[in-house]
């Protein structure tokens, strides 16, 4: 009985002499959603290339549901799916021939009846004599999710699946993605948007720096912050000064207006030691206020002590 389905240590990837993953290590549960958190060129899409056997790894031991990637790459092929891989989807072919086509490619038996509960699984079946070239955006993402279901893969990568869709289309994605995982399928996914692992993931991973900087449960993850995060509004001409003396905090975000949020440890002592610095410079805070961490919060906070090593 294997408990993790994908199983990655000490995974390095550079490109040109430019380290990429200096040392990913990883586990994951079979069945969960799995969030691989990191902003625009972090590593997400080099990770999930390597791991679907798209992309070699420089070093690394990865096994993935009970198959050595390195020794059994073809295994892990069949286990595994990616949606965007068909995204040069025929436009001149019905929902139904795209779905033949791919059933045909792969030598599934009974790739037809396959077809047809996919269809309905992703309510497609009355669109599905359809021409592909005239579905919705959400329709074609359902499609494409479809289709690389197809030879019943174990695991779904989806790689960025919600970058670049209007917030309609975003929210039904996401009900795609619940609906799969209610299909007993394990989800490895990534994403830019804190809501999304917020919304999805059972485990979230935080990648910066080519290393997993946090990782856990969401809960785990805004634990790493007890209750630290405060909010201080300033008045417009003190904003920039206030902004300055952050600048020395191990983490301050910019918040849209004219409050900034810093971590502290959450202590009275913290707070006092922070107040007396502004003091000091004759900047008036307005107003305090203690704020629940977001993982926003979380994910700046691992930015920030990644920058300044
Ligand atoms: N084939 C490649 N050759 C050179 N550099 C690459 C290649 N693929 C990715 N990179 C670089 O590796 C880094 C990570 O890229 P990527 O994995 O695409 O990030 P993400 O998907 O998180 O945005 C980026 O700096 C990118 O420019
Ligand atoms: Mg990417």
Redesign the pocket.
């Known amino acids: 009985m294997q408990d993790y389905i994908i199983n990655i240590n000490g995974l390095y990837k550079s ?2 002499g ?1 380290d ?1 993953l200096k040392g990913i290590n990883l586990k994951i549960r079979k069945g969960s959603v799995f969030c691989l958190l ?12 390597i791991l679907s056997t798209l992309l070699q790894a420089d070093k690394g031991k990865i096994n993935i549901c009970g198959f050595d990637l390195k020794k059994d790459p073809q295994k892990v092929r069949e286990s595994i799916s990616m949606t965007g891989q068909y995204a040069a989807v025929d436009e001149l072919l019905t929902g139904r021939e795209n779905m033949y086509l791919i059933g045909q490619l792969l030598h599934i038996a009974g790739y037809k009846e396959r077809a047809e509960i996919l269809f309905k699984q992703f309510e497609l079946s009355g669109a599905a004599n359809r021409r592909s070239g005239t579905y919705s955006g959400g329709m074609r993402r359902k499609l494409d999710i479809a289709m690389s279901l197809m030879g019943n893969p174990q695991i779904l990568f989806l ?2 699946p919600t970058t670049g869709l209007d917030p309609q289309n975003r929210i039904a994605m996401w009900q795609e993605v619940i609906k799969l995982k209610q299909m007993g399928i394990t989800i490895f996914l ?1 994403t ?1 948007y804190l809501e999304e692992a917020e919304r999805l993931a059972d485990h979230v991973a935080i ?1 910066n720096n080519g290393i997993i900087t946090a990782e856990g449960s969401v809960g785990q993850l805004k634990n790493l912050l007890p209750i630290g995060a405060v909010q201080l509004m300033f008045d417009e001409k003190q904003y920039g000064p206030a902004q300055s003396i952050l600048e020395a905090e191990s983490a301050a975000s910019n918040d849209a207006g004219l409050s900034l949020t810093v971590m502290t440890d959450g202590s009275v002592e913290a707070l006092t030691t922070l107040l007396v610095k502004f003091r000091d410079a004759g900047i008036r805070v307005k107003s305090v206020v203690q704020k629940q961490p977001t993982l926003e919060d979380v994910f700046l906070s691992q930015i920030y002590s990644g920058k300044e090593d």
């Open positions: 490109f040109k430019v990429v990191g902003s625009n060129g972090a590593g997400k899409t080099t990770t999930v290339k790689d960025e990534t830019q990648l």
